[in-house]
């Protein structure tokens, strides 16, 4: 065999015996063993051909750690509580996001806050409410990007036992001043049930959800039409028992409190809505869920703001938009009202 042949062969054999080596079936990826969430597409992770292609739109895949920065819960009652989510600023085709949230750890998904209306405000904020006290519950986050869910992590939180084991951060007081004069016992037997009880409701949930101080004093005038609020801390109730409830008095107490009434207060907004950094930061939001969509600034005019100025009984569907109104008003403090 002449030297030349001797090579071809022994070539032929390296390469008969490198195509055996590529029938090898590949192994599973390890975090599908884990139960994890991954990529079910036909892009390989460890690819770097296309490691920097985003979907048609330009957007990176994203897993729940680089989306969610945090979940946080506050202002836990006997009934209800807060949650604020932090999101990565910069995302775009959402078509959905909220929290999912249970008292059971599964969390199945029979309990939602969502919105599908602002998909380009990121972090958000809300209330969850009618829950059932000294109880433990669970709360997630989560969107739907681009089509996909994504989660974040679960949160756990204990309800209080009662309504005395809640923390307060605002010093309103209140007290009923001088009688009305010409009407009757029983008239004013009937209006300061009324006023008490919504009194006491209005203070309560200031008192939870801002850090004003206030003395007031209420009197009951038949004579007022509706009712009215100043900065000296007086609060007057006409004779219509229609505005007897929590959200006039909260309403009023924001008078008393600088809303509308403030040297400061016109400065704080124009044509546009507020130009002041908290109150637009807490109703961008506060806003992203279960909102009125006609409103997508918030605006003011007068002595009165809106939405959640509780400027008419419509503008309140449940204990959600009294605690908004309060965060709302806690901003403004903030922002120097």
């Known amino acids: 065999m002449g030297h030349k042949s001797f090579i071809s062969i022994l070539l032929l054999i390296i390469l008969l ?11 599973d990826n390890p975090k599908q063993e884990n139960g994890e969430n991954v990529n079910t597409g036909d892009e390989n ?10 979907d048609e739109n330009g957007n990176e895949d994203k897993d729940e750690e680089s989306v969610f920065t945090g979940l946080t819960v506050s202002h836990i009652t006997d009934h209800s509580a807060v949650f604020t989510v932090n999101v990565i600023d910069g995302y775009r ?4 996001k909220g929290v999912i949230w249970s008292d059971d750890e599964s969390l199945p998904e029979s309990n939602r806050s969502s ?7 990121f972090s ?26 994504v989660f974040g992590e679960t949160v756990k939180f204990r309800t209080l036992f009662s309504k005395e084991d809640v923390k307060m951060t605002g010093k309103v007081t209140w007290k009923f001043g001088t009688p009305p004069t010409g009407t009757t016992k029983e008239d004013i037997d009937g209006a300061y049930e009324c006023i008490t009880e919504a009194m006491d409701s209005a203070v309560y949930l200031y008192n939870l959800y801002t850090n004003a101080e206030k003395e007031l004093t209420i009197l009951y005038r038949p004579t007022v039409p509706t009712s009215d609020g ?9 004779k219509g028992r229609t505005y007897m409830w929590v959200g006039t008095a909260m309403h009023e107490i924001a008078h008393t409190v600088g809303v509308g009434t403030s040297g400061k207060w016109k400065g704080m907004f124009d044509n546009s809505g507020f130009l002041t950094k908290n109150v637009r930061y807490e109703y961008t939001m506060l806003r992203t869920l ?27 569907n449940d204990e959600r938009d009294l605690v908004k109104h309060a965060l709302l008003v806690n901003a403004m403090k903030t922002d120097g009202m």
């Open 17 to 27: 015996a490198g195509c055996g080596k590529q029938d090898v079936s590949v192994p």
């Open 45 to 54: 992770e460890d690819s770097t051909e296309d490691e920097d292609d985003g």
């Open 93 to 96: 085709y959402i078509t959905e």
């Open 115 to 121: 919105d599908k209306r602002d998909p380009e405000f």
């Open 124 to 149: 958000y904020k809300g209330c969850i409410i009618n829950l059932e006290k000294d109880k433990d519950y669970y709360v997630r986050p989560y969107m739907i990007m681009n089509g996909d869910s």
């Open 230 to 238: 100043s900065t000296n801390g007086t609060i007057r109730f006409g």
């Open 290 to 316: 279960e909102d009125n969509n006609q409103y997508p600034m918030l605006k003011a005019g007068g002595v009165h703001f809106w939405p959640y100025g509780i400027n008419y009984r419509s503008e309140v």
